[in-house]
């Protein structure tokens, strides 16, 4: 029985001896780590058979996700001012939405070289324009000066305008051109022909009806009325060269229609010392077709004279083909016609017409040749002229 306890005993230590000496070999044993599902493993990498149990993830990745951009504001789109005088030509446009003072400098120069007939077809060369000038506008208030270094009387246009917000409502000072005659107060880039004929010319250098001249003017425009625009104003008397002594006030009043998009109607009058009877007067009516690259325009005129009654019509018609050379590039045929009668106790007629072609490269430069069969004012027979020209302006 003792030596059955006793071996009992020795076999207990000798297992607990065994136990204790594999402890550290279990212990060194690395145990088995788990394998972590990593959804964005390429599925090419494993191999093909669990590829294709592999479900694809509808999960986006970061280049996937469309981040909503904020949407950007449109910017208005300037405005083109059309300036009542012609010196405005070549400024830039009048952004409504920019505040403080903005100035803009412009200018043009027109080289010309013309034979007359009654002259022997002596060639005269000459600079016929040679204007520069600078233009400043705030958001209710523009101003503009002009000086045409080719011209005896070197300031041109120096005037202040003020409007409403939606420029609605204008108020014109200073030297600018009277809103009396289509014709005159066409810009003289725009122009097709390179002058402006014998009946503009008669009315304002013989007869100082219009032209340029120092006045206070108001303004009304009516988008919703088919675009109505109406100009009246007040302008200084004409001096006479003998005495020294200047006139009465002038005064001056235009309206214009678009009842269509292509067409537009206009009426001018022009009363010369209006505040003493305007013995001196002239009303005009005028008409633009616009039809693509066509454009006619046409215009009556008559009134009282010192020498008595007169009328005159005026006709002009060009047509702008672009070249597909190069871009900017056009050729615009032009052709025209005018007639003045006085009916008074002297009793005469005038006539001309023009024909040529002008060569537009964008909005900087042009060239014209034309030529024009006349009997102006002051003729004792008609005669051709041929005149060349070559305007640019920036």
Do not use: C
Not at 120 to 145: D, P, T
């Amino acid at each position: 029985m003792g030596e059955r306890r006793r071996f009992e005993k020795e076999r207990r230590g000798l297992l607990a001896t065994v136990l204790l000496l594999g402890m550290p070999a279990w212990a060194a044993e690395p145990a088995p780590e788990a394998e972590a599902w990593q959804p964005e493993a390429d599925a090419a990498a494993q191999p093909e058979e669990v590829a294709a149990l592999t479900p694809e993830l509808d999960t986006p990745t970061p280049a996937q996700v469309e981040v909503p951009q904020p949407e950007k504001k449109k910017e208005p789109k300037p405005k083109w001012e059309e300036p009542l005088s012609e010196g405005g030509e070549g400024t830039a446009a009048n952004d409504e939405e920019q505040r403080g003072l903005r100035v803009v400098p412009f200018g043009r120069v027109f080289a010309r070289v013309s034979a007359d007939e009654r002259e022997q077809y002596a060639r005269s060369l000459s600079i016929a324009s040679a204007r520069v000038g600078l233009a400043a506008s705030l958001s209710h208030v523009e101003a503009e000066v002009t000086a045409d270094l080719s011209s005896k009387s070197l300031l041109k246009d120096a005037f202040v305008r003020v409007a409403d917000g939606q420029k609605r409502l204008r108020l014109y000072g200073g030297q600018f051109k009277a809103p009396f005659l289509a014709r005159e107060l066409e810009s003289a880039w725009r122009l097709p022909v390179i002058r402006r004929g014998l009946v503009a010319d008669y009315l304002e250098d013989t007869h100082h009806l219009g032209g340029r001249r120092l006045g206070l003017m108001g303004e009304v425009s009516l988008e919703e009325a088919w675009k109505l625009k109406v100009s009246g104003g007040v302008f200084q008397g004409t001096k006479d060269d003998d005495t020294g002594i200047r006139a009465s006030e002038d005064a001056a009043l235009r309206a214009t229609v678009r009842p269509f998009k292509v067409l537009t109607l206009g009426a001018s009058s022009y009363f010369a010392q209006s505040f003493e009877g305007a013995r001196t007067y002239a009303l005009a009516g005028d008409a633009v077709l616009k039809l693509g690259g066509l454009e006619v325009t046409g215009e009556y005129v008559n009134g009282h004279l010192p020498t008595g009654p007169f009328s005159a019509q005026m006709g002009l018609a060009s047509y702008t083909l672009p070249l597909g050379l190069v871009e900017g590039l056009a050729l615009q045929p032009v052709a025209g016609a005018e007639m003045m009668q006085l009916l008074g106790p002297l009793k005469a007629r005038g006539y001309a017409f023009v024909g040529g072609f002008n060569v537009l490269y964008s909005e900087h430069f042009k060239a014209q040749l034309q030529a024009e069969h006349a009997l102006r004012p002051g003729d004792t027979a008609a005669g051709f002229e041929y005149s060349l020209q070559l305007a640019t302006r920036f």
